[in-house]
T-cell receptor, first 118, second 113 residues
Framework: GAVVSQHPSRVICKSGTSVKIECRSL??????MFWYRQFPKQSLMLMAT?????????EQGVEKDKFLINHASLTLSTLTVTSAHPEDSSFYIC??????????????FGDGTRLSIL | DQQVKQNSPSLSVQEGRISILNCDYT??????FLWYKKYPAEGPTFLIS?????DKNEDGRFTVFLNKSAKHLSLHIVPSQPGDSAVYFC????????????FGAGTTVTVRA
């Protein structure tokens, strides 16, 4: 089946640090990748949609200068949390669709990144 | 505003019995629904889906029922097995050109031996 690899799985760093999270589709090409954030006991909230070779589309309320998304190839998208602060501590998870942005294709998820800002 | 709601945060069921997970939604534009299963420290994995043109979809031990008039769907797992213990997320999207998934908060299922 389709595999999405997300790295790192856990990050603990000081306030003010920028953190980069990678999301790779290992055995398929992902023209569209999605970045979610999950708070404890809450649902996955879509942050942004990244399309290969173009700018990401951010959901309302998500600061694009805070959460930089790059989708440079068909197998890699990165999320950079710039100048992270304790309120950015959360669980971030990416997903990818095999055939572009089509809701009838199930999204395949990475294992997530637990980000803790001290 | 939570458009997909899973009102039961947890469910405990005896092995061999049926697990019934419920999900309600408020957006009448949703027409495609999915269930994902998530183990600790892993990402969600796709389990089963249903289009709004159907009211039932079955895949092995898993059956999803959709009641559009009530804006309600449910996932039945029968018989439940210990390996089914996980968090189950209900998700919905608004059509073939709408790739965005709205997720519920999840239901933690524990299957007792």
């Amino acid at each position: 089946g389709a595999v999405v690899s997300q790295h790192p799985s856990r990050v603990i760093c000081k306030s003010g640090t920028s953190v980069k999270i990678e999301c790779r589709s290992l055995d398929f090409q992902a023209t569209t990748m999605f970045w979610y954030r999950q708070f404890p006991k809450q649902s996955l909230m879509l942050m942004a949609t990244s399309n290969e070779g173009s700018k990401a589309t951010y959901e309302q309320g998500v600061e694009k200068d805070k959460f930089l998304i790059n989708h440079a190839s068909l197998t890699l998208s990165t999320l950079t949390v710039t100048s992270a602060h304790p309120e950015d501590s959360s669980f971030y998870i990416c997903s990818a669709s095999e055939q572009g942005a089509n809701s009838n294709q199930p999204q395949h998820f990475g294992d997530g990144t637990r980000l803790s800002i001290l | 505003d939570q458009q997909v709601k899973q009102n039961s945060p947890s469910l405990s069921v005896q092995e061999g019995r049926i697990s019934i997970l419920n999900c309600d939604y408020t957006n009448s534009m949703f027409d495609y629904f999915l269930w994902y299963k998530k183990y600790p420290a892993e990402g969600p994995t796709f389990l089963i889906s249903i289009s709004s043109i159907k009211d039932k979809n079955e895949d092995g031990r898993f059956t999803v029922f959709l009641n559009k008039s009530a804006k309600h769907l449910s996932l039945h797992i029968v018989p439940s097995q210990p390996g089914d213990s996980a968090v189950y997320f209900c998700a919905a999207s608004g059509g073939i050109n709408d790739y965005k998934l709205s997720f519920g908060a999840g239901t933690t299922v524990t299957v007792r031996a």
